[in-house]
């Protein structure tokens, strides 16, 4: 399976990762990001065993963008680090239902229900909940949807689907935390178990040489919504 490189060095592998590929080996057995980069390396370089490469960070299965992986284990230590502290940023764009502000800040507490994979939002009173924050602009809106740039300020589970959803803004093509809108016969047809979710962008500090870096993909322009499809 291609997945496109966008950057390797000794310490990080970059990619943009498809529509429809798990990060990682799921219950569905098909074929998974980290496996696939696995082998990519392991032929690459003549490796011989188990090659390392960690994920520090995940997208959903139907999410497609950019995802940084780390070939050693200090870089996956201090990438984890990272995350943690806030220093790992990622954005977003999206299509959701409806026309929502302009501009806008969601705080909501979340628990993930591991049997079912479902995320929920709850009271902050709940003592194991996990805080959840991002912000964003609209961008454009037409046929009933928002085009949306999202910046992520934590890394929940499902958190940008869970979030938009409960403003009563859910994603387009979100059959787990929303419906499908109705649009246009040209917009109708899309890949099966696509979702209108793109990790646009990524930075961080390079875990060995501590300087800034960051990496994009290509985002959608004129008809929004047919990028996502």
């Not at 499902?158 to 016969?185: C, I, M």
Request: glycine share 4%; net charge positive; aromatic share 10%.
């Amino acid at each position: 399976m291609n997945i496109p490189i966008i950057f390797e060095d000794n310490h990080l592998l970059v990619v943009d990762k498809p529509i429809n590929i798990p990060s990682q080996k799921d219950e569905s057995n098909d074929d998974d990001l980290q496996t696939i980069l696995k082998t990519y390396l392991k032929e690459k370089y003549d490796k011989p065993g188990n090659v390392f490469l960690a994920l520090v960070h995940r997208l959903d299965r139907p999410v497609s963008g950019v995802m940084v992986l780390a070939k050693t284990s200090k870089a996956a230590s201090r990438l984890s680090d990272q995350i943690r502290d806030r220093i790992f940023y990622k954005k977003y764009q999206a299509v959701i239902m409806g026309k929502c502000p302009p501009n806008g800040e969601f705080i909501h507490y979340l628990v993930k229900d591991q049997k079912t994979n479902i995320t929920k939002v709850v009271p902050a009173s709940v003592s194991y909940a996990k805080k959840a924050v991002l912000n964003y602009h609209r961008i454009d809106y037409k046929n009933g949807c928002s085009l949306v740039d999202i910046d992520l300020i934590t890394g929940r589970s499902h958190q940008v689907r869970v979030q938009f959803a409960a403003e009563g803004f859910p994603l387009w093509g979100d059959k787990k935390y929303g419906e499908s809108v109705t649009l246009p016969a040209k917009f109708q047809t899309r890949q099966k178990g696509s979702l209108a979710l793109r990790a646009v962008s990524i930075s961080f500090l390079h875990p060995i040489k501590k300087e800034p870096i960051s990496f994009e993909v290509n985002r959608p322009s004129f008809e929004p919504w047919s990028y996502f499809l």
